[in-house]
């Protein structure tokens, strides 16, 4: 038997050659499911005329954002698609490409090497792209039915919005493993010289998407909010307020597309650092269990996130014993995540014991999925409404902004301490585990809890992208229905509440998930890039690199200046939103003051609200991504590849702590606004909408907006960027250095560097100006 050339080619055993077809056929199992999802939900009603016109003007607006973002970042990757290609002609293949294409030469093997590298960049960046633009359509035809659904009952509002997400999630996992195992088909053991070409692809895609959608979204939230909510007393998506429109769009170009492509990096990511560290263990071992144990793990994922999230409408149906019947929208997503989790572990340890001969490979995946699950209930605790940290939070309202968000604060701190050592303890397990095998055993286990921990990823995708799903149904209604006070309307009003508000919290865990499995992929290229660096030093007949010591002090400038950096991109991603949002605060102003706004007679200017936005956002993509490619490979011709090491290591630790952070400061403010806003009104009591409290409440959640949507999530990505970058010029660092070992100066690499240096200086100055309206 030898199921497309994988006997021959790669040495596959049938049951391994019958695997990978498997994962092929799990792949597009995936994407069906993803198209049946898209009939479901196009199938459902989409409510009155005014509902549909709302819903147009948003659908056209986040359409508009994205074609122009393509625009933007379309010759960018033109530029890196040539440098892809040229890279594998500066430094020679690896040995393993060269093996694997013995037959053909040197020179062939370059060619294959440098055109797959090419054509993998292309599919990665391609694919990111494709599930963030067609994950956002899908957001919005389903949001304008989740509100006519609503009117309805919960259970039909519920499975709308969740099946919607679902939709970008399968889209997530058919093409992420479609990817990765096609690579893998194709190239055999030299697979990591494309893949990290696959990598860099999707992960740049979305860093732009990340960036600019949450400029977007949180410039428009931000000066709806002050001026509507804060200085005019009208509710939130009041469709006399200018920005709502801007607001809407944002939800979907921020929420849904940039997170969408933000966990397909992650999801693509962890599946290239656990083939490239697994084959460098087939390459001691000469056992290719190392690379289709991961990638048949991942199918089974794809398979349990179908069972997973197909039930989630069922749990408030059903009143099962022992448990009874969900009570709402959140505790449905929980107990369908543990359906995913139960299934795959259980086949992952049959797998582990009939194929591998190895349970502990099945124990990395359960620790994988528990650090996912483990990240629900603790993301929920620090951001859920009904959870002691909000509600100190709302205590806090009582006495001003000030409190509220000093409170806010020491929430988001404490939580990310409690990710980090989440993070470390299974950490801890890969080391208990393969301590004994050796260095390369340990490092390949902490990417086989990468990969278990996005077995999931459906799932996870599902419950971010429900999010803004539900947002916008309850800004669709509210614009609406107003007015509309009779028994239905009202109780469709409570369902959409009561699901953006499991929404903020389901938004936050993914979030809290993506942030770590960020980490996870980032310290595997670490490894990754440890084991790059000593294998072109061997073929140069150079001392091999096989640690990053901290004692050397070219190191450790590196690990201070990595620590900095994230600081850095947060400080230009915030003051981007600072500077677009008091554009939007202006105009507002402006348009309240025309006649007729306030008493609902005249239709404010909308599209002008767009266009700041827009502009603010698209300002900001080349500036920031510059930054994230230049700043490694500055480091790294001027300090070489020891101190570009260190430098990553100072990303890793300084981007988790602040990305978790801002993440769940954030969330905790808006649940606490929201909480107050549940109330009943009371001016005197000081309760409910418009009271002094639900004042402080909105300050907060303004000051947590840009954390938890621009700068917190948009790290994730950037940390990855700044790794594979790392990874793909290591090789040539290592080859030409500024200054070699004789103490004299290249001066080429020496204007290289300051040509880099300028380019960042640039950039940093670039993203500091004021934006120039038309």
Known sequence: MDILWLGSRHGLNGFEQVAIAGVLLSAFISLVYAWWLRSTVLKKDQGTQVMQDIWNAIRVGADSYLNRQLKTILPIIGVLTVVMFLSVYVVPPSHEAVEEFQALGQEATTLIIAIGRTIAFIMGASFSLIVGQWGMRMAVQANVRVAAASRRGFNEALSIAYYAGTYTGMLTDGLGLLGGTLIFVAFGKAAPDALLGFGFGGTLLALFMRVGGGIYTKAADVGADLVGKVEKDIPEDDPRNAAVVADLVGDNVGDCAGMAADIFESYEVTIVSGLILGLSLVAITGDLKWIVFPLIIRAVGVISSIIGTFTVPIWSKIDLPFIGRAHDAEEAMFRSYEVSSIFTVAISFWLALSYANDWRLAALTAVGVGLAVAFNPLTSYFTSTKKPPVKEIVSSTGTGPATTILSGLSVGMESSVWALVVIVISF?????????????????????????????????????????????????????WQGMEDKETKDARQIMADLDAVGNTTKAITKGIAIASAVIAAVSLFASYITDVGRVQEQLGQVVMDAIRISDTRVFIGLLLGGALPWLFSSLSIRAVSRAA????????????????????????????????????????????????????????????EALGGFLAGIILSGQLLAVFMSNAGGAWDNAKKAIEDEPRDLVANTGKGSERHKAGVVGDTVGDPLKDTAGPALNPMIKVANLVSLLAAPIIVKYPMISEDGSLNIVVALVAAVLL??????????KSTVEMH
């Open 582 to 641: 008091g554009l939007i605060v202006e105009e507002v102003r402006r348009q309240f003051k025309i006649p007729g706004i306030m008493e609902g007679t005249v239709k404010p200017d909308y599209a002008q609200v767009v266009g700041i936005s827009t502009a603010s956002a698209q300002k900001e993509l080349i500036p920031l991504a510059t930054i994230s490619v230049l700043m490694p490979l500055v480091v790294g011709l001027v300090l070489h590849v």
């Open 428 to 480: 801890i397990f890969s080391l208990l585990l393969y301590n004994g095998d050796g260095p390369a055993y340990v490092l390949y286990a902490v990417a086989m809890i990468g990969i278990g921990m996005l077995s999931h990823t459906g799932n996870n995708v599902a419950m971010d992208s429900y999010g803004p799903i539900s947002d916008n149904a309850n800004g669709i209604g509210e614009m609406a």
């Open 758 to 767: 300028a380019g960042t200086i640039w950039a940093i100055a670039r993203s």
